[in-house]
């Protein structure tokens, strides 16, 4: 289980409730700062097919198609192009690969290079917080206690909070079965399988995770989440949008 570093403490004013209190997150000594929590903050949440985008207080995201060839260049390119120059001073990314100490450790498996030692903060000018993406729709979709986060997009995303302490995951490329995780839950198993036989892989995959990381509770985003029907006790279905949320908390209290 790989756990990152850079941890973002959730104080919650009533945990368990509906209404989750300050986010403070702490960076190592080389990331961004800021003597005080910047007002517009821009929200990249980069995915397999798609990268949405959402600046602090707007009401709907750009939606910019992403896949195998997107890169670091392409992204701000595009995004220059639908932002028309609207402000923001502080950017969160959430990248669908492992992030340590505030950097992309390898380039995601669904998208394109480059996104490893990529310079972001002199690209977009401003203080820059990078996090892994399912890590950063955990953030988000947090209620209290122990939850486990699973991403159903184009992958497989996971992420634990324990006690408010954010702990990426990386069990989309563990061995399962005569795979991978990701192999019987991810987009194309859900293509080659049908919508039966890959809701029982995603039913058996939570049980054996719940099983052995023992959540109070299992939250479920990304978006394949639709393709599901009922769900087990204990499980629930996550909005995409607390992505947006998460990356909004990251700088509500630097610590």
């Known amino acids: 289980m790989a756990l990152q570093r850079r941890r973002w403490r959730i104080e919650m004013t009533n945990p368990g409730t509906q209404s989750p209190g300050k986010a403070a997150a702490s960076a190592s000594p080389d990331e961004a700062r800021t003597s005080t929590p910047p007002k517009q903050v821009l929200v990249l949440d980069v995915g397999g097919s798609y990268l ?3 600046i602090q207080g707007g009401r709907q995201p750009i939606r910019i198609v992403s896949g195998a060839d997107f890169t670091p260049d392409a992204m701000l390119t595009r995004l220059r192009s639908r932002l028309h120059g609207r402000h923001y001073d502080a950017v969160s990314i959430g990248i669908p ?24 903060q002199a690209a ?23 939850m486990l986060f699973l991403g159903l997009g184009t992958g497989l995303g996971s ?9 990426p995951l990386e069990l989309a490329h563990l061995p399962y079965r005569k795979h991978t995780y990701e192999y019987y839950v991810g987009e194309q198993a859900r293509e080659r399988l049908g919508g039966r036989k890959w809701r029982a892989n995603v039913d058996a995959v939570i049980e054996i995770l719940r099983a052995a990381l023992q959540p109070d509770y299992v939250v479920l985003g990304g ?15 996550g909005d995409n949008a607390n992505a947006f949320q998460g990356g909004f908390r990251l700088w509500q209290e630097v610590v």
């Not at 340590?100 to 998208?111: A, E, Q, T």
């Not at 393709?227 to 499980?235: A, F, I, K, N, Q």
């Open 97 to 120: 690969a492992p992030v340590i100490h505030g950097r992309v450790l390898h380039d995601p498996y669904n998208l394109g290079k480059g996104w490893a030692g990529f310079d972001y």
């Open 124 to 146: 977009f000018g401003c203080p820059v917080r990078l996090i892994n993406d399912a890590a950063m729709q955990a953030l988000g979709s947090y209620k209290g206690k122990h």
């Open 52 to 54: 949405k985008a959402l």
């Open 159 to 167: 992420a634990m909070i324990v006690d408010g302490v954010i702990a």
């Open 223 to 237: 978006g394949n989440v639709k393709h599901l029907r009922e769900l087990p006790e204990g499980v629930y279905r």
